[in-house]
């Protein structure tokens, strides 16, 4: 009798590694990946930070192949089918991670784009590697071990987009690979630039999209973050985002979430000197087994610094959202504003809601606030407008999307906050 013995993820990653399946650039970098990934391996569900989020679990059952998956047949009209209608935009296409510069488009005077194997050392320079520890998360190890290469986004100093920068990442892995698509964007000073991103699955096979993004945001500058997740319900996604914010920085973003399998979004914002301010929304609508966690971290590290977060979920059926939320105030950072918020409406007995917010808070002299709540729809205001004439279930849409309209007052685009309405309109009346 024969008995095998099924492969831990951490082991089948660590095979593909040793089999070749490694890129030439940052060799430094990505050796020491490689023994962070073999010593500590990838979270269990003992793992505090991920005890709701059983990432690991849900690779072993629905991955089959953990190499990384070859670009897959995609056509300019299927690129163009994402489009935000009416926006006029530049336009970079990822295809199973990998840049698309044949499916993009892009005024060439408005920012530089390459590959990161080709500005090696100038994005060294500027902190690749570094802004996304590797010790803050496991799954940035993993992505930092495994990806071959990826886009470097240089905005000059001085530069205002006139029109947004739109990234498209289609996705589609047969049935069950891994991609690992790596940004690294700079945005030099008194700069400003709106960046949306779109996921996109192909099909509804799964994969495991393993993203990490870097940026610096420098003095005087802004940028305006917004992100739509509305993939497969096979998708298993491990984000992580995280921007260096300099003296008299801005950053803005909001992320919305209506579909996937397994979404983990580590969000952190580093504030890193005076008059900075970061803020983030978000806004999840799940319904069926959908599973969104939202990680969210704020390091306010000077004095005169502010943060606004707040994150709101509609939660359906068996859905399940966590929300973990932390604002950190070193003993430098004196004259500090943060408030963090957390909301939820739960209309099913089987949806759940685990949240945490969390302050931690080193000075004195501060202002900082953090709360959550976790609910059904008000009855009350229900009532009053099936009193008035209006259908139980439109009533309950209305309800719904005043609840959700305080996010997407957040986005400052027009066309995208008009295409976040279409589809969350869309959702509310037909799947509540």
Known sequence: ??????????????????????????????????????????????????KYTPISKRLENS???FTEAAPAPLSRERVLEEHIPGMDADV????????????????????????????????????????AKLEKDPFNVLNTAMFQDGVFIDIADGTVLSKPLVLLSFNQANVGQT??????????????????????SLDDQPYFLNDVTEITVAENSHLYYYKMQNQSR????????????????????????????????NLNLNLLDSN??????????????????????????????????????????QSRGVFNG?????????????????????????????????????????????????????EEALFYLRARGVGKEKAKGLLLYAFAGEVLEHIKNDEFREYCVQEIAQRLGSEF
């Not at 920012?111 to 990161?116: D, G, K, Q, V, W």
């Not at 704020?298 to 509609?314: A, R, W």
Request: glycine share 6%.
């Open 326 to 378: 932390k604002i950190f105030v070193r003993q430098e950072a004196q004259k500090t504003n943060a408030f963090q918020q957390n909301s939820n409406i739960l209309l099913s007995d089987d949806a759940t809601i685990n949240t945490k917010p969390q302050l931690e808070i080193w000075a004195d002299d501060v202002k900082c606030s953090h709360g959550c709540t976790a609910g059904q729809l008000d």
């Open 276 to 317: 900075c301010e970061g803020n983030m929304y978000g806004l999840y609508l799940l319904d069926g087994k959908t599973h969104v966690d939202n990680h969210t971290g704020v390091d306010h590290i000077k004095p005169h610094s502010q943060s606004n977060e707040l994150y709101k979920g509609i939660l359906a059926d």
């Open 1 to 50: 009798m024969t008995i095998t013995t099924k492969r831990s993820p951490k082991e089948a990653f660590l095979e593909a590694i040793s089999n070749g399946f490694t890129a030439t650039a940052f060799a430094s970098l990505k050796d020491r990946a490689v023994s962070l990934l073999e010593e500590q391996g990838l979270p269990s569900n003992k793992a505090e930070e991920y």
């Open 92 to 131: 970079i296409v990822f295809n199973n991670g990998r840049f698309a510069p044949e499916l993009s488009t892009w005024d060439k005077d408005d920012f530089r784009i390459s590959l990161l194997s080709q500005a090696a050392e100038e994005v060294e320079a500027k902190g690749f590697g570094t802004i």
């Open 234 to 265: 096979e998708a298993i996604e491990v984000s992580n985002f995280e921007t260096d914010i300099h003296r008299d920085g801005t950053y803005s973003s909001a992320v919305i979430s209506l579909k996937g399998g397994m979404i983990r979004n």
């Open 179 to 200: 991609i690992f698509p790596r940004v690294f964007i700079n945005v030099g000073k008194n700069a400003e630039v709106t960046l949306i991103e779109k996921i996109i």
């Open 63 to 65: 991955i089959s192949n």
